[in-house]
């Protein structure tokens, strides 16, 4: 098998995602609104199975790190602290012939670069998404959608310690959505303002610090390529100085080659000490960790992975995606990691018109249910059905035939060597548990 | 063991959750975020337990439900078919002297119930949360946070029908952060600004609504019971014609006993045909259903069991909470159902200054890891090591003592019975797999 390299792979990749219930256009009976997306059925399961090894690989398998559910509102002096309120900014002209409006990095010459017409002056433009809370629309009652899940972790920095008396080094791990105000938005679910992260902020010894970075670059690194992305498509490139944002002593992004070039998937920054001094110059609060072993008293410094979940899972998608040549006819398929497969099983009777055949497919179907995700499809013919499962990555088909009411046995075929076995219908719940494990 | 049934429960459940990382209130450390709350280390593992076993319950163990995840932000105009923007209304008054804000339902008499000051004529306010998209703030960017994720259902009604071939009768499943501008906000987590819902939107041919809502209201008050809450601390509440939300023919509350009184966990509403053809109208597509069998074509009636997760949360923590004596000590315990325990198992040395105990202790801990949520502790006596697990409604302990050394067997002491069983190290990942089963 060989991936796709045509040019056009992203466009078949979306038209994919929208035929077979990934990604939807948000609000599309409305025409939809810009750069928000909605995951269907199938991109909900991914995107569940995603944010679930995430979580177990750092959370669960691990001994040094919490996990944490922060809100998306926050206090607006968290953002003060941050430095969200007076950093967070694009700086944008406008077009004064069709209104348009761009970065300015995106200009090249003084002129419109949809009309041509003349630019305005270029202005700061704060990329947080702003509400009132309260009944009173005023500068006491303005807060933001969070544009990272960072800060939330940091606040309760203290909270994390004290209730599970953590001593450091350890990390707090959380997932969630946050929102930015993105003028210039592009490639399918890349880059959306409404968007899920994965982050970690892993508090270490000042002086640690340098050998932690290197550690989560190692770590997340192995993470992508254990889920299934090939090596030649991931890559790391370090920061150069003068890239690195305020708080960051060094970073390193995790790159994928997507069909619309290499892009970031997540980055590891070592982000020193900046923001919980921060926090404790605006809070007041005493943020200092006491070791109780050593007796000094330090700031922690800080390590943070932070991934991208919608591009990790459309990287994971263009990755996994094939196209092939099967007896003269094209097949697709997802060849995704197992853990990560939407559907773990479909079960199709071979002929949909005999009654007991159907019947023990859906009894067979049921019997799968409380252990993984199963579906049951008699609509079609069993290679259409077969191409169908195959488009959307399901590992395993079981397929119920005449021979299986007497041999008491269903034929399991394997979404990528196509082989099939033949297996005892009193086993194989066990099988497809032990193969998808 | 008895449930605590003092006055003060509450605020015990509210001291234990702060106390061991439970629920924290958002931004603390800027002296909060009215009414909103953030979930700690074991609070996070509370609410992914719960979101689990919602999930596989609904999308997993039955045939006719997909899931979705739509965005937060969606299309203006999905609130004004909806209805929201004219119709989700607090009405409100201000007091003239100390300038606090209260909804005229909880004003008997006309004066301000805080200082006792004039009050000005009540006047309509939304609840939805506004914010703005793009560069420019105007009427143009206004959109909303969604007030609930079931209008994410709706909008994609007619894609999950294409993508997953389905027939009515199925439904969509969806959990997700909804926002509501609440003025008045009250018991801990039980209504906050930001709250996360658990919904499903049901879709039934008319005519058959009567009787899938009857099904839907057993089949959701079944499943609090079936996650521990007791019989007595649960009702149903049908609602009056009086009561009914404009879009709704029939609704049933079920109700929890709070510490606070019975309150509404979840909500089951027959909801009609009112979105859907609202939809139409507004959006100009087409969403009648077409049944290829019998040829008809309706706009489907919906059921819609919709549950507060943030509230739900808060009913497994009262319902769970113990107090008893035992051996003249007062032991405070979670009794939790095992699948939404945040931790499974606790390993716990008996002796911590001898290396060998700790090391095999920690060696069980790595061994488990994979396969469940397991703490290591040896930072205190055993008896205050196990208050602590009780605490936080962890269903074993596994106590490595100096005779485990030789004997290759540890101690697993039940949570609820406090009972204790002898079992071979060898043994003790199979034995404690087939326990929380």
């Known amino acids: 098998m060989q991936q796709a390299q045509t040019q056009d792979v992203m466009e078949k990749i979306v038209s994919l995602c929208k035929r077979r219930g990934f990604v939807f256009q948000s609000s599309e009976i409305y025409g939809g609104l810009a750069a928000t997306w909605d995951y269907g059925p199938l991109g909900a399961e991914l995107k569940r199975n995603l944010k679930e090894v995430w979580w177990r690989s750092n959370v669960y398998e691990r001994d040094d790190i919490d996990g944490l559910d922060a809100a998306i509102l926050m206090h607006p002096m968290t953002w003060m602290a941050s430095g ?56 006491t009652s303005l807060t933001y959608m969070r544009p990272e899940t960072a800060q939330g972790i940091f606040v309760n920095f203290q909270n994390v310690v004290n209730s599970m008396r953590r001593k450091v080094p350890f990390g707090v791990a959380q997932m969630g959505k946050s ?56 890559r790391k490139r370090e920061h150069e100085k003068t890239e690195l944002a305020h708080y960051a002593k060094a970073c390193t992004d995790i790159e994928y080659n997507f069909p619309f070039g290499w892009s970031e998937l997540e980055g590891i920054a070592n982000r020193t000490d900046f923001d919980l001094k921060q926090h404790m110059q605006l809070s007041g609060k005493d943020l200092v960790f006491f070791d109780e072993v050593t007796k000094e008293r330090y700031i922690p410094y800080v390590i943070e992975p932070s991934g991208g979940i ?22 697709v398929s997802l060849a995704f990691h197992k853990r990560l497969a939407p559907l773990k099983v479909a079960v199709l009777p071979l002929l949909r018109n005999r009654p007991e055949i159907v019947e023990l497919a859906k009894n067979i179907t049921n019997g799968l249910r409380k252990e993984m995700k199963v579906m049951y499809d008699d609509t079609a013919s069993i290679g259409r059905l077969y191409r169908r499962q195959d488009e959307v990555g399901t590992p395993y088909c079981v397929t119920v035939d005449v021979d299986s009411l007497a041999d008491k046995k269903v034929t399991v075929r394997d979404r990528d060597t196509m082989l099939q076995d033949r297996i005892d219908i009193a086993n194989i719940k066990e099988y497809l548990i032990e193969k998808l494990a």
Not at 213 to 219: A, F, G, L, Q, S
């Open 84 to 139: 969200h309120v007076s950093n967070f900014e694009d700086t944008l002209v406008d077009c004064k012939g069709c209104k348009k409006r761009f970065k300015v990095e995106n200009i090249t010459g003084k002129k419109c670069p949809e009309c041509g017409g003349e630019l305005t002056e270029p202005r700061q433009f704060n990329m947080m998404l702003k509400t009132h809370l309260g009944p009173i629309e005023d500068a």
């Open 310 to 331: 919608d591009r990790s899972i459309l990287a994971f998608l263009a990755d996994a995606y094939r196209e092939e040549e099967v007896k003269g006819e094209k097949r």
């Open 179 to 234: 929102f930015r105000n993105e003028v210039t938005t592009k490639s399918f679910t890349f880059r959306s303002r409404e968007f899920e992260q994965m982050e970690i902020e892993f508090f270490v010894k000042p002086g640690t610090d340098e050998d932690w970075y290197r550690k989560w670059v190692e770590e997340r690194y192995g993470w992508y390529i254990k889920y299934g992305i090939r090596k030649e498509n991931l």
